[in-house]
């Protein structure tokens, strides 16, 4: 029996201005399952996942989130941004709330949530990144790497079914890496539906379905992480292999 | 998950590209030009109701203007009949003729028709030394500058007001007879042997060599600026209160400029000083003149500041105002120079103290001009709001363009209907013509510092 | 040069050899050198002032002193906002031109900040057109002098206007008028005349805008007034608790309240109600055109309306760019994460823009309030009897007091500076950005 699918794309084409990012991409993602994608800059995984909640918008083919499909209309949008929770390289926590005001203010505003009931979801989610002493200090006094902590527990009191990882470790200090991976790996083992944007390869191995590389706004190969390491097929993957574990 | 691979959807069992797929156009309608038009003009239904309201507003606004002051504008005529409406009910346009029966007194004020020359020989001195300033290709910036800031206010000066000041022996009762030159040079020798000797004292002949050398340029430099103010060059005096219009504006502006900049630079570095007492009474002078109206800075020199020197001191009300817009401009400029300051990372002391750069030059070689140059929109800023502040000494009976114009409205042979308007879109397009064309060079300016301290 | 290793004052020093006591290369000895010559000239400035004053004082038979402030003006002001007369005193004259001068800067104050926040999110509109206009109306009034912007005003703009007899009416009925005027020549004469028809039974147009200034009915408060008055403010307070019950009900349930609609609703229909129950004890008083001029309402002369005009037209260029500097400083990835998290529209801007765009804001934006009162001082060039123009004009004229006169404008000007720099320099400690 096949799970159901959590994320669709059909044929999807994307251009900045003249720029062809996306073309043609296709791309499937079981409820539950786990992706990684990487590739070199400018290649569009970044693009590609931002389109899943929409924060850039597709031209052309069809993205199905959750059964929803993404068009202009606002409300598939909505429900679609409110579903998928996302984390960015440079976490983007608010820096004029505290940590706590950070997690709650989704949940309060969107989800219309008791103010009370909105802080005891939060402290749970705090806790589980392990920073739940650090809920009344702003995002200026904290580390990169609980920031990014903070980012992912801020994503989860909306309750995701999703989750997107936009380079979540490319802008921290290599010591703060490694709690940042161990709290995606948490999140893996509770059957999150994820998709990363990562160079992480440690953590494409030990807790991705699939490896997807692209070159030039397109899904050169995808495969399970052990062949796509091992043996690799694209010629364009062995290269980009070759210069980043080297 | 052992469902690896018998999920539904429809690729992802293992994939490989087989073909590359080549970049393409985007889509019909998608064009460069129309996607322009979309996101900018006719996104939505807003959208196009804020584009028609947008275009609507130009039709009220640009039409108008252009018919006013160009299509429907009376060009030539001797005096007011030339531009009064044919006949009732029916409007003309701007009254040019007003403007150029005017045009002398607003450029020159009441100078005297005979001496306009000498006017505009520091106009065109100016501009010609002002321009290769500007543009940043141009060598020789460090001459250029000596030369716009340093020798063009004194031959300006002696042009304007024509020199000759009769400076007055100021040693009087101790050397009768000897007279302002006897005095002067007696006053030089004994500053310059003072500080040789001193140094000589304590720190051996070399020094003292170099330092009469570095005593003797501003001596040289001040008597020479001294010796061409008191010369006669035979120009007719003519006195500041028959100065008017633009040139009063560029007067003011100019002094106020050359006098703030350097005066800005030392308060504001009073302001950081260590010491109490120099940083204390930089910050009082500071916010005070930052604090008052500008207005009430122009009052106070007018009507204050000569009870406050000797009674027989009578001073030139020109120079009066000079002095209130100096004491403001400088406020202002000190704070700007002290944002830049503060920019300036400690690094860079740092760096330049290791380098064994002492504190004065440390500042004056590395700190200053990354602070200046980080600065420039202040600067520019400063520079603009001064020359829009020049229009205020008209309150204190001294003529600028504004005054000039405002003096021209009342001469009942030019009362038109339409001379109002045509005077203030004239003396309008002046004033922004300046105040835009600095900020956009200042913009530019900035640009291309930018990029080359980025190669 | 040996000197030339000694050290220097801002070096840690404490490896080197101490500097020679009274060298002039010892930095204390420098440092204590510069302040006393410092210290020697302050004082020479302040007493040579002193002494030349007395003199000066002395030689022109002036009696200095703030004595004049009791004295009789005698003259006429042609604003004010308390009574006045000819026989008050210089001090009355002091405290009108200061009530003045606070009226037209806050009336600026309040035109210019709803001006410029247009205009400043009109910069950043997604409209070309609009972009484009509200660009060319930063650069045209921000490259003008303000002193020249006052004059066009006062000078041109204002004198165009006609006289009181065919003064411009601005109302319901004329807007009747022109709207009917419009549906006949567009071929719907039925509907238009009879909208014509109705607006010629209405009473005459409240607001009458002339070369003597603006003309506006004037409320009359006949007694049971006050009940009204204190519905307004039982309406106040009630509309401060409902605020404090929604945010509380938010809060525990999460259930939104339409707060804004409801206070609207009770600050109408409470002071309504009281003023049906009380036979409408408040009633309007409408200008009449008596002989050249009107009579009755509200006159505002056109000295303020031209210093308002130029005053908020000149500072909300200013508030323009500020705001749009405030808004464009929020980083975009800023309002993607938000956008991610499910806000969009209005909740977006105010619970994350905003309020990060205000740190940036509110500090240049007060220096442009304290602009605004600065350049008040401007309306001394058209007339307008603000401080300035009543104390430095009329009243140094004819007393010739200028040290005291200024003195004390200048107090005043400082006063507010000092104020507002202090109220900021609160605000910026408060709202500083936690950092490590």
Known sequence: MSAPVAVEMIDVNKWFGDFHVLRDVNLAVAQGERIVICGPSGSGKSTLIRCINRLEAHQSGRIIVDGVELTDDLRNIEQVRSEVGMCFQHFNLFPHLTILENCTLAPIWVRKMAKREAEELAMHFLAKVRIPDQANKYPGQLSGGQQQRVAIARALCMRPRIMLFDEPTSALDPEMVKEVLDTMVELAADGMTMLCVTHEMGFARQVADRVVFMDEGQIIEMNAPEPFFTAPRHERTRLFLSQILR | ?455 | MPQARQPHAHLPHRLLPPARRWSLTNPKVRSGLIQLVLAGVILWLIWSFYDNAQVNLARLGVTSGFGFLDQHAGFSISQSLIPYDENMTYGRVFLIGLLNTLLVAVCGIMLATVLGFVMGVARLSGNAVIRVLSAAYVEVTRNLPPLFQIMFWYLAALAVLPGPRESWSFGLQPLMMWIGGGLEKLGLSAVGGWLMAQAAQLSAPGVFLSNRGLVMPRPVFEPGSGVVFWALVFAVLLSVVLGRWARRRRERTGQPFPVALAVVALLLVLPLLAAVATGFPVHVEQPELRGFNFAGGVNIIPEFVALLLALSIYTAGYIAEIVRAGISSVPREQVEAARALGLRGPQLLRLVVIPQAMRVIVPPLTSQYVNIAKNSTLGVAIGYPDLVSLFAGTVLERTGLAIEIIVMIMAVYLTISLLTAGAMAFYNKRIALVER
Request: charged residues 15%; positive net charge.
């Open chain 2, 1 to 455: 998950m052992a469902s690896l691979h018998d999920t539904s959807g429809r690729n992802n069992a293992p994939y490989m590209a087989t073909a590359l797929v080549p970049a393409r156009m985007p889509p019909q309608g998608q064009g460069k030009g129309w996607r322009w038009v979309r996101s900018n003009l006719a996104g939505s239904v807003l959208q196009v109701v804020l584009t028609l309201f947008g275009l609507w507003l130009v039709y009220m606004i640009v039409p108008p203007l252009l018919s006013f002051f160009i299509t429907d504008a009376i060009w030539t005529g001797e005096n007011r009949t030339a531009c009064l409406p044919p006949q009732e009910g029916v409007s003309v346009g701007a009254c040019w003729p007003f403007i150029r029966a005017k045009f002398d007194q607003l450029i020159y004020g009441f100078y005297p028709a005979d001496e306009r020359w000498r006017v505009n020989i520091a106009y065109g001195l100016g501009a010609l030394l002002l321009l290769p300033l500007l543009v940043p290709r141009l060598p020789g910036k460090r001459l250029n500058m000596m030369l716009f800031f340093g020798v063009f206010p004194v031959i300006a000066f002696v042009l304007l007001t024509g020199g000759n000041l009769r400076l007055s022996a100021f040693l009087g009762a101790l050397s009768p007879g000897l007279g302002f030159w006897g005095d002067a040079l007696l006053c030089a020798f004994i500053l310059l042997a003072a500080a040789v000797g001193f140094t000589a004292l304590r720190n051996g002949a070399l020094a003292a060599r170099e330092v009469a050398r570095q005593l003797l340029v501003p001596v040289a430099v001040a008597a020479l600026v001294l010796l061409a103010v008191d010369v006669d060059f035979g120009l007719v005096p003519v006195e500041t209160r028959l100065w008017g219009g633009l040139l009063v504006t560029l007067v003011i502006t100019l002094v106020g400029v050359s006098v703030s900049l350097p005066l800005g630079i030392v308060l504001a570095l009073g302001r950081r000083s260590r010491l109490p007492l120099v940083r204390i009474s930089s910050v009082v002078f500071i916010e005070f003149w930052r604090g008052v109206p500008v207005i009430t800075v122009l009052f106070f020199a007018t009507y204050m500041l000569p009870l406050f020197l000797p009674g027989d001191m009578s001073i030139d009300a020109l120079l009066r105002a000079l002095v209130g817009v100096a004491l403001f401009a400088s406020a202002y400029m000190a704070e700007v120079v002290r944002g830049g300051l503060q920019a300036i990372p400690k690094g860079q002391y740092e760096g330049a103290e290791a380098l064994g750069l002492g504190q004065g030059l440390a500042m004056r070689l590395v700190v200053l001009p990354q602070a200046l140059r980080v600065v420039i929109p202040g600067i520019a800023n400063t520079f603009i709001g001064l020359f829009k502040d020049t229009t205020l000494v008209l309150i204190v009976a001294i003529f600028d363009l504004l005054g000039a114009m405002r003096a021209a409205f009342t001469d009942p042979n030019w009362a038109t209907p339409t001379t109002l308007f045509t005077g203030f879109g004239f003396a309008g397009l002046i004033y922004f013509a300046f105040s835009f064309g600095m900020s956009r060079y200042s913009m530019a300016l900035e640009r291309h510092l930018n990029r080359e301290q980025r190669t």
